[in-house]
């Protein structure tokens, strides 16, 4: 059986979750669903970055302890994800002793290798990336590119990782295969930074507490990103369970946004290579959700929960938008009039419609009663289409491409109804062909949105008196047409998605 194990960043507990890391955690929550929905056996991961001196100056800000801190942040974001109706397998955070383990012997491999040294490094270091900077990489003035603040000069003794080293290892990686990171221009952008000379980089810290333990030199602790990033191996049983790991690795895919490009397509594969494991099959870079044209982040004043848009526009809905209107790969305008533009067009006018007058219709011709889909149906050759266009949306890491296939079964549903217009027709086969086949592309579409409108789709199976739920069914098998038996209760429920006037 196919394994898919997929990841998101682990986020920062400085600040509360915002709609940027729900744009994160759907698209991997819906990528997961979608491969548990064709068969394959899927391993979700998420988590909380605990350590380092950002979260310790926020604990500090608080009068509180960094675990004291992070043990009242952490639930925050386990909470904001189960709002969201995602289902992720495993819920990671940098502070549990699992991961100091895998920290420790994966940086001991490491450093037995010969890829650690000890020097002093002096250098700008912005608190908020979690960084030292080269000057030839800030603003004017001295100032981050990503936080616009000034850069603090620290001088320490610390521990390098000799990523120099790994220069042509890399390069021969990314030429060996090209689908490695994705988009393009990404991949394009890791590459150009690695072909332009990589400096070794320092993994350790002096001046701060607040991490995980070297466990050669009690003095120092390792740097934010050096332990954060061991947490992909971490959650499959690195340095524990060899058997799992074995099993998991590197069949993974990372899911990032575009600010951490660098470390996780030139650092984390160097530092795989330096423990003597793979590096990771697979990571998609997404850009940004933007707010007025300004990146969506904890620094910013554009901070949205996502407890708030789900309680305004309800769950599904807003999964929706999330993964149809931005897609993978590029920025995105995050807007309250993009969700109800897009909620009155798909999910009211097209899908909730179409559920509506299809039970109104079989509750007053047939009885109540669905009849079964006709196997001559037009819809019969528009649905194979659809589930084949549907896939490949799906398989390329594009879930918009994905919904906006299956939505072209909607429409073309709604569109035959438009024409047959049984609700005019008296009751017998001609009547019977044309609501049955509606109530076959009903079930197929719940099948495959069921990824993204995980409660909507289980909502529209029982209505139209199906068994079980939609993301039980496995791909292709369950899309084939003339699955819907006939013979089935139809109720008649309230809209799913009632017009919205805002």
Same mark, same amino acid.
């Given at each position: 059986m196919p394994r898919y194990y997929v990841t998101t960043p682990?986020?920062?507990?400085?600040?509360?979750?915002?709609?940027?890391?729900?744009?994160?955690?759907?698209?991997?929550?819906?990528?997961?669903?979608?491969?548990?929905?064709?068969?394959?056996?899927?391993?979700?991961?998420t988590g909380t970055d605990e350590h380092g001196q950002k979260v310790a100056r926020a604990a500090e800000e608080q009068g509180m302890a960094p675990l004291e801190w992070t043990d009242q942040m952490a639930p925050r974001f386990a909470e904001a994800w189960a709002g969201l109706d995602v289902a992720n397998d495993d819920f990671i955070r940098t502070t549990e002793p699992r991961h100091r383990e895998a920290v420790q012997r994966f940086l001991s491999a490491i450093y037995e290798n010969g890829f650690i040294y000890k020097d002093t490094y002096r250098g700008l270091y912005c608190v908020g990336c979690e960084r030292y900077y080269a000057a030839d990489e800030l603003l004017e003035g001295g100032r981050c590119p990503d936080h616009q603040t000034p850069l603090e000069e620290l001088e320490e003794?610390?521990?390098?990782?000799?990523?120099? !080293?790994?220069?042509?290892?890399?390069?021969?990686?990314?030429?060996?295969?090209?689908?490695?990171?994705?988009?393009?221009?990404?991949?394009?952008?890791a590459l150009s930074f690695i072909k332009g000379g990589l400096r070794d980089i320092s993994i350790t810290r002096t001046s701060i507490d607040w991490g995980v333990r070297v466990p050669w030199d009690d003095e120092h602790v390792f740097y934010v990103w050096y332990d954060a990033l061991i947490n992909y191996v971490t959650a499959i049983g690195y340095g524990e369970d060899p058997e799992r790991f074995a099993e998991w690795w590197p069949?993974?895919?990372?899911?990032? @946004?575009?600010?951490?490009?660098?470390?996780?397509?030139?650092?984390?594969?160097?530092?795989?290579?330096?423990?003597?494991?793979?590096?990771?099959?697979?990571?998609?870079?997404? @850009?940004?959700?933007?707010?007025?044209?300004?990146?969506?982040?904890?620094?910013s004043v554009n901070r949205i929960t996502p407890a708030s848009l789900a309680e305004e526009y309800g769950v599904d809905p807003l999964r929706y938008h999330l993964l149809r209107d931005i897609p993978l790969g590029s920025d995105g305008e995050f807007s309250a009039e993009g969700i109800t533009a897009r909620y009155n067009a798909d999910l009211a006018n097209n899908l909730g419609n179409l559920l509506s007058r299809v039970a109104t219709v079989v509750g007053s011709k047939c009885g109540g009663t669905g009849p079964a889909?006709?196997? !001559?149906?037009?819809?019969?050759?528009?649905?194979?289409?659809?589930?084949?266009?549907?896939?490949?949306?799906?398989?390329?890491?594009?879930p918009d491409l994905g919904l906006e296939a299956t939505w072209r079964l909607i429409r073309e549903t709604n569109a035959e109804l438009e024409a047959a217009e049984p609700w005019k027709a008296e009751p017998g086969p001609a009547v019977d062909a044309v609501l049955g086949s509606a109530l076959e592309a009903l079930r197929i579409v719940a099948v495959l949105a069921s990824?993204? *409108?995980?409660?909507?789709?289980?909502?529209?199976?029982?209505?139209?008196? *199906?068994?079980? *739920?939609?993301?039980?069914?496995?791909?292709?098998?369950?899309?084939?047409?003339?699955?819907?038996?006939?013979?089935?209760?139809?109720?008649?429920?309230?809209?799913?998605?009632?017009?919205?006037?805002?």
């Open positions: 682990i986020y920062y507990v400085k600040d509360a979750p915002h709609v940027g890391h729900a744009y994160t955690t759907v698209n991997a929550d819906a990528l997961a669903r979608w491969h548990r929905l064709v068969g394959d056996e899927v391993f979700f991961l003794e610390n521990y390098f990782f000799r990523l120099s !080293a790994f220069e042509d290892r890399l390069v021969a990686w990314y030429e060996a295969d090209p689908t490695a990171v994705a988009p393009e221009s990404k991949r394009n952008e069949a993974v895919h990372h899911l990032i @946004g575009k600010e951490i490009i660098r470390f996780h397509c030139v650092w984390w594969p160097a530092m795989c290579m330096a423990a003597g494991i793979d590096p990771p099959a697979h990571v998609q870079v997404h @850009g940004w959700l933007l707010l007025g044209g300004a990146k969506m982040s904890n620094s889909p006709d196997p !001559a149906s037009r819809l019969a050759a528009v649905a194979a289409e659809v589930v084949a266009d549907t896939a490949a949306g799906w398989d390329a890491s594009r990824p993204a *409108l995980p409660a909507t789709t289980r909502e529209i199976w029982r209505r139209i008196g *199906l068994d079980g *739920l939609p993301e039980e069914q496995r791909l292709p098998a369950a899309a084939a047409w003339c699955g819907y038996p006939g013979g089935l209760p139809v109720e008649k429920g309230a809209p799913l998605f009632p017009r919205r006037k805002d």
